[in-house]
C-alpha cells in the first residue's frame, strides 16, 4: 500500500560531533572533517549551534551524530548531557552496540536513540532495543555509502537496503532513517529518494527521515513527495542556501 504523497518534511538539523567540536561532513571522510564555520554563530562549540537552531531557525529537535562514539566507542557523555538539560530535543547516534547504551542515553535525557546499522553487530539487538526504549524511543538508521549498507552482510538475512528495512520493521521498528553519507556536506541533492519511495511503498505506517546532500527547500519538496516524513540538515543551515 502506498501512503498518500506529504506536501513537506519536516527539517531536523545536525550536529557532527568530533574530539568536542561541532565539525563538517563532507562524504564520509571522517579523517578530514574539520571544525564547522556557520553564518548562525561564529563558533564550532555545540551548545551555542543547538541554540543557535532553535532561536534563530525555530528547529527544536536536533540530531547528534557522536563521531567518537561511532569510530572509537567513547561517547561525549558530558556534552549530550549539557544540551539534554539545556532543553534540546535530541536524537542520538552514540555508536549504539549494547541495551546498555541505549538505556544510559535515555537516563541522560535522550529523546530518541539512534540505533545506526554501521555499529550494529546483526538484527538479533533489535528486538532487544525495542523492548528496552520502546518504539517510540528508538530509530534505526539504515547507514549506506554509496548506495552500499555499511554492514558486513553475513551478519543480516538479506543485506539489500530493501531487505535490511524489511528486516529491521520485522523486528518492531517503526522509525527509519535513510542516510547515504557519500552525499552529506556535497551540497549534490539527495541519494537516497527512489529507496526512501521504495521504502514508503512496502510500509506506509512508519515514520521515515533521510538526509545527505540536501541543498534547498526544492530538495525537501522532492523527499516529501518520496513519502519521507523528516530530513537531516547541516550545511545548507550553516551555509544559509536553507533558512530554516
Given at each position: 500500500?502506498?501512503?498518500?504523497?506529504?506536501?513537506?518534511?519536516?527539517?531536523?538539523?545536525?550536529?557532527?560531533?568530533?574530539?568536542?567540536?561541532?565539525?563538517?561532513?563532507?562524504?564520509?571522510?571522517?579523517?578530514?572533517?574539520?571544525?564547522?564555520?556557520?553564518?548562525?554563530?561564529d563558533s564550532a562549540d555545540p551548545l551555542e549551534i543547538a541554540d543557535?537552531?532553535?532561536?534563530?531557525?525555530?528547529?527544536?529537535?536536533?540530531?547528534?551524530?557522536?563521531?567518537?562514539?561511532?569510530?572509537?566507542?567513547?561517547?561525549?557523555?558530558?556534552?549530550?548531557?549539557?544540551?539534554?538539560?539545556?532543553?534540546?530535543?535530541?536524537?542520538?547516534?552514540?555508536?549504539?552496540?549494547?541495551?546498555?547504551?541505549?538505556?544510559?542515553?535515555?537516563?541522560?535525557?535522550?529523546?530518541?536513540?539512534?540505533?545506526?546499522?554501521?555499529?550494529?553487530?546483526?538484527?538479533?539487538?533489535?528486538?532487544?532495543?525495542?523492548?528496552?526504549?520502546?518504539?517510540?524511543?528508538?530509530?534505526?538508521?539504515?547507514?549506506?555509502?554509496?548506495?552500499?549498507?555499511?554492514?558486513?552482510?553475513?551478519?543480516?538475512?538479506?543485506?539489500?537496503?530493501?531487505?535490511?528495512?524489511?528486516?529491521?520493521?520485522?523486528?518492531?521498528?517503526?522509525?527509519?532513517?535513510?542516510?547515504?553519507?557519500?552525499?552529506?556536506?556535497?551540497?549534490?541533492?539527495?541519494?537516497?529518494?527512489?529507496?526512501?519511495?521504495?521504502?514508503?511503498?512496502?510500509?506506509?505506517?512508519?515514520?521515515?527521515?533521510?538526509?545527505?546532500?540536501?541543498?534547498?527547500?526544492?530538495?525537501?519538496?522532492?523527499?516529501?513527495?518520496?513519502?519521507?516524513?523528516?530530513?537531516?540538515?547541516?550545511?545548507?543551515?550553516?551555509?544559509?542556501?536553507?533558512?530554516?
Amino acid at each position: 500500500m502506498t501512503s498518500p504523497a506529504r506536501s513537506s518534511a519536516e527539517i531536523i538539523p545536525v550536529l557532527a560531533l568530533m574530539h568536542g567540536r561541532v565539525v563538517r561532513g563532507i562524504a564520509g571522510r571522517r579523517e578530514s572533517y574539520q571544525p564547522v564555520a556557520s553564518r548562525l554563530v561564529d563558533s564550532a562549540d555545540p551548545l551555542e549551534i543547538a541554540d543557535a537552531f532553535v532561536k534563530q531557525l525555530g528547529l527544536d529537535r536536533i540530531y547528534l551524530a557522536d563521531l567518537d562514539a561511532i569510530e572509537n566507542n567513547q561517547p561525549a557523555w558530558n556534552t549530550i548531557e549539557q544540551l539534554a538539560r539545556a532543553g534540546h530535543r535530541l536524537m542520538v547516534d552514540a555508536g549504539l552496540r549494547d541495551v546498555d547504551r541505549a538505556r544510559n542515553l535515555v537516563e541522560r535525557g535522550v529523546e530518541t536513540v539512534v540505533a545506526g546499522l554501521e555499529t550494529m553487530a546483526g538484527p538479533e539487538l533489535i528486538r532487544e532495543l525495542v523492548e528496552a526504549v520502546g518504539d517510540q524511543q528508538l530509530v534505526f538508521s539504515l547507514d549506506l555509502k554509496q548506495g552500499t549498507p555499511m554492514v558486513d552482510p553475513e551478519s543480516w538475512p538479506d543485506p539489500t537496503p530493501t531487505g535490511l528495512a524489511d528486516t529491521v520493521i520485522n523486528h518492531g521498528i517503526v522509525r527509519l532513517i535513510v542516510l547515504d553519507l557519500a552525499g552529506v556536506g556535497t551540497g549534490s541533492g539527495p541519494p537516497t529518494l527512489a529507496l526512501c519511495h521504495e521504502i514508503r511503498s512496502r510500509h506506509a505506517g512508519i515514520e521515515l527521515i533521510t538526509g545527505g546532500g540536501i541543498r534547498g527547500q526544492d530538495d525537501i519538496s522532492d523527499a516529501a513527495r518520496a513519502g519521507v516524513d523528516a530530513v537531516l540538515v547541516a550545511s545548507a543551515l550553516h551555509d544559509g542556501s536553507l533558512p530554516g
